[in-house]
């Protein structure tokens, strides 16, 4: 453990920017929203942003992202395949908990499963994670009610916690220990470390007066959502709200789901392509629509109870090691049809009660 | 590159050294790996698939017909989307890619003694042809062999070719719903001959492959017979996208057909609560 000075703590990551390319929270002034992107400079970042729109996970899953380069020239009859993988070292800093939660679920799910996913994997190689703990919630939070947050515990090389005047910086790798020491960082104690606990519990007991957005009681329905035991009724009133924008899955930090198509390569030859990997969201009627045209999944309710399953039940749990919600709050904050997470735990609970 | 025994991530080059016209709109296309030592480690069960990239085109699911022993590799194909249709306009000479075999197969250990029930609508055939083959292959090894097939017409007919073969070797009929003039066999819906067939219910397994509806009508006939769910096993199709279990496109219930199926019991899919 150790101390850093609040007018010191981007140091860090101008530290870590002269070898990474450097991710951080900031305020974008066009559209007054706090984003997580890559900045051009330390200096940039903004720790006090509130939760980003988006969550980091594009850095490891991009909306876009060519991951083979090919020709055939049929005249020849040569075939050239080029896999494309990104490596380049990447630094998130200031990453909340429950964003870090949910790239530890990608991170189980693309490297953990029966097949691990190369591409995936490059991206993870050399990345450096800052995560920093939440001294208060949000309006939307409620990742108390599905342990993601408010402080991280695992998976972050350094982790960093508001004391007031100075930030506690904790190594959680041997990278992150090795960066503090070279930092030169004064050591923290055990004071520190209480300070740390006390000002968690303090944002734990705000979540009352200012998370008053939403509360998902999820352990209530999981078991419901992994049984099916839930009335086709409450589908059908959730499917009836979706308007199939698919902006739920794509500000999710554990949705994953992705398309894959060849396209021409722009300013290619004509025998040259690129196999595109993009994010695709399981509300879409395409999602699932095969080449004759059958649709196994063709009314939105049976696509919506699919984008549940996947974060409330247990089988999905298995995959992540703990449930696919994080409770970051931003599917209801961007839901035009007012079924987020927590309002569909909302919906399964009433139908249990009643 | 492979991994496993399995072309995981980059496709493999292979190239297409015979085509052959199937029913109209459908053709095989027999397939060689380029790189030798793929050739040579390639093996599969009955009932996985492949990931077939047509280049500039895109990439599909493709189930495989052939036996696991002593047959020719190859894969027969209608054209009907981006893809299929892209691989109907190349001739002998061209090259595909191919990633797998993905999927789990067939369960051919558990089912040894049994009867065997074949029940195939259209081109629900080819992904059979390769369990067909294989039982024919071990003959001795089952009970009864039965094969029903239905087909819109005539010429409609998958391996029309081996219908000589498959009736001396194993109890085989044939129907189409629509005859012309010149057809002399069954005429209907393909669940109509379970009961010509005198198909039997006990020590029997089903292989059931075909269309929804077609599938729904023929286990709801295997069923009123008294076959169990349990024992009437079908390959599902989805659209896929990765054939590893990352894309999520083929989900259905909490499994995923790339990597836990193709191959179902009727009574998982019920289960499951899916449509089919």
Known sequence: MYLIKKSDVLRLAEELGKTHDLYGPFMEPATKQAMFERVGKAADIDLAAPIPALPPKHALLPHYEKILAYSYDKKTQKVDLAPIYDDRPKALFGVRPCDLTGILCLDRFFLGQEFLDEVYKYHRKNLFIVSQTCVAPFKQCFCVCCDGGPAASEGYDLNLTDLGDTYLVEAGSEKGKKLAEAMGLAAADAKHQAEKTRRIDKCITLFDSVATDNKAWISRVMNRVTTGFIDEAVWEYIGNQCFECGACSFVCPTCSCFNIVDLPRKNGGAHESDRVRTWDSCSYEGYTREAGGHNPRKPVEDRRNKRFFCKLSYSQSKKYLRPGCVGCGRCQWVCPGDIGLPNVVTYIRREIHS | ?276
């Open chain 2, 1 to 276: 590159m492979m991994e496993n025994g399995k072309i995981v991530t980059i496709p493999a080059v292979a190239t297409i050294d015979e085509i052959k016209d199937e029913i109209p709109n459908v053709r095989t296309y027999y397939l060689s790996f380029d790189d030798k030592a793929i050739d040579g480690a390639f093996t599969f069960r009955s009932g996985q698939f492949i990931m077939l990239t047509v280049f500039g085109e895109g990439e599909c699911a493709i189930s495989l017909p052939p036996s696991p022993e002593k047959d020719r590799f190859h894969i027969t194909v209608r054209s009907v989307g981006k893809v299929t249709r892209a691989l109907g306009g190349l001739s002998a000479g061209d090259k595909v890619g191919v990633r797998g075999p993905f999927g789990n197969g067939f369960p051919f250990d558990e089912i040894k003694g049994k009867n065997v029930v074949f029940v195939a609508g259209g081109i629900g055939l080819i992904p059979l042809r390769s369990s067909i083959v294989h039982v024919l292959q071990h003959r001795k090894d089952f009970g009864r062999v039965i094969l029903l097939s239905g087909s819109r017409t005539p010429s409609d007919i998958m391996y029309k070719y081996n219908m000589k073969e498959w009736q001396e070797n194993c109890e085989a009929f044939y129907t189409v719903d629509n005859p012309t003039p010149d057809w002399t066999g069954e005429t209907g819906f393909v669940h109509t001959l379970i009961e010509k067939a005198k198909v039997p219910v006990e020590n029997t397994v089903a292989f059931v492959c075909g269309p929804p509806v077609m599938f729904n009508t023929v286990n709801q006939e295997l069923m009123k017979r008294g076959l169990s769910d349990e024992f009437i096993i079908s390959t599902l199709e989805r659209h896929m996208k990765c054939g590893v279990g990352k894309c999520q496109h083929c989900a259905v219930g909490r499994t995923l057909v790339c990597t836990d199926g193709p191959v179902y019991t009727y009574r998982q899919i019920k289960i499951l609560g899916e449509q089919i």
